[in-house]
């Protein structure tokens, strides 16, 4: 028999979760007490996020570590699209009494693989019973004296440019879904994201005055940018082209076009930006111009939805 | 049919329960980014706590209001036992799909008025779908230049004394679990604590060099002081007694002595903390003395163990 979190019990458990975590520079205190101390050189940016299983992510087809890693992962990008430095994250963790203490051992491994790409500590958590496994986490980051990078901000006659993944995630959950376990880009891209740590910062200190990370799909996160700054943003489809792996999985799901990945797919928490056209900096795509006019995305020039054989609001997002 | 979630969607949700939020002098920036950024004048305090439906709440006993206003003391709870002023708080809710938003805007009016008595803003959350209703609540306190006020730090010779209520929630949990609903005081109790705002900075200012907040139980949570101080904490049971309601109850459950509910109810979440003997600020109990040894907890110079007819550590706590 497996041992369970019943086996152990809570509070060793959560003893062995909290051994010998990495020391950071701006942590205080770590956990152990009724709350972690950090220290901040500026404003404080917090968000949180949450995981639920069969919502957000299956045993079937993400390990514990993908689980973990993902969790650090989607939440830190919020942080990196405020331009801010993540520091630290204090996860909850509630799990049924029967869970493996070998799955939460795994969960915890990639959550501190993360932290560490992130370059944030682990600094708290709270572990407690549910019958689903929900993984919620909170982080938090440092403006180091910059000014946050909002949503509103993207001005006429700026370009619009990304860093990181686009459309990869939804590839790999739309191969899944159908049974298969390649590419093994795409799937991996599924399990956990791979944000392009620290060009939040790289964003905010070229001055781009609007940025967003890609969690929910292209076209309707820049919705967001557009109602919020007051401003037309139009994507331009030349500017970018699916790549080989995307191009094989539309082909073997009928032929759908796989612009579609890259305008509909969320999850890879890309990080989005407007900036002066003469602003951008080296490792970010230029996609598209923001323009005066009513608040909306345009995609070569016209209104965009989703279409073909796939559901982008299915129950397994 | 009661409006649901699903039919109003997720976007709309979270619009209607972050319009009009209140002001706080530290909130430079409130819901509706990828993260709301605070400004602290001090080292920062955080810390998370998650409530299960059927674990740490039953909607047979407790409102949605209940529940809003009890995620937010027993987070802020925490904060406080460090010494901090409490100020942003974010709350990730997940809760089915078929959940009514009836429900969700009472749980909402609880937590908006938790926060004003706690002296905090709620700056962000998440909303998502799981089988249970799970709250996770992750507040943000500032130090504004003192210490934080740890578990360790209990020196022998200082005074044991604690400010806010002890043993009420259980009291009301164990009527509750009997089918009745009086005494009011100890249900109201068990539904949300009252937890002694402000007075865990006046604790630090009075000197305080260890202090916990009460959430597992009087005797359990000071042997996490007595261990990590490395002292032993001697409680005089003659320097506390139980109220009116709690003999009742005691009485009603078969003639159980009514000190158990202090010794041993948690939920309460009172500060306790050790202090010079003079310096014990007002509005505090002494209940006992820090004294050098092996780091245990004695009550009345002995160890101390619940006894009886109830289970402290059943389903519904």
Not at 20 to 28: D, F, K, S, T, W
Not at 62 to 81: F, M, P, Q, W, Y
Not at 97 to 114: N, S, Y
Not at 115 to 142: F, H, K
Request: with cysteine; proline share 4%.
């Amino acid at each position: 028999m497996a041992e369970t979190i019943s086996d152990v019990g809570e509070h060793p458990m959560i003893r062995r979760l909290t051994a010998g975590l990495a020391a950071h520079p701006q942590v205080v205190l770590g956990p152990g007490d009724d709350g972690a101390v950090l220290r901040f050189k500026g404003d404080v940016v917090v968000s949180t996020d949450t995981m639920v299983e069969d919502v957000h992510f299956k045993r079937a087809w993400s390990s514990a570590h993908d689980i973990g890693r993902k969790a650090v992962a989607s939440a830190v990008a919020d942080l990196e699209a405020m331009g801010a430095r993540p520091v630290g994250i204090v996860i909850a963790l509630n799990v049924s009494a029967t869970e493996t203490t070998q799955w939460i051992d795994g969960l915890q491994q990639g959550v501190l693989c993360e932290c560490e790409r992130a370059g944030c500590a682990l600094v708290g958590g709270d572990l407690s019973r549910s019958q689903q496994a929900v993984i919620t986490g909170t982080v938090l980051g440092d403006l180091e004296g910059r000014a946050p990078v909002r949503r509103a901000g993207a001005l006429p006659g700026q370009s619009i440019a990304y860093c990181g993944n686009l459309g990869m995630a939804e590839a790999g959950l739309a191969v899944l879904r159908r049974g298969f376990s390649s590419p093994a880009a795409v799937v991996r891209a599924h399990r956990f994201p791979d944000p392009p740590y620290r060009q939040g910062i790289v964003a905010a200190e070229a001055g781009a005055t609007a940025m967003i990370d890609i969690s929910d799909g292209l076209v309707a996160d820049l919705r967001h940018v557009a109602q919020a700054s007051g401003v037309r943003l139009e994507l331009d489809t030349a500017r970018f082209s699916a790549n080989e792996h995307q191009q094989r999985v539309a082909a073997a799901l009928g032929g759908i076009d796989p612009a579609q990945f890259i305008l509909a797919g969320g999850d890879d928490h890309a990080l989005v930006a407007t900036f002066a056209a003469d602003r951008v900096p080296d490792g970010w795509q230029v996609i598209g111009e923001v323009s005066e006019g009513e608040a909306c995305v345009l995609v070569d020039g016209a209104e965009w939805a989703p279409t073909g054989g796939w559901d982008h609001f299915s129950d397994s997002r």
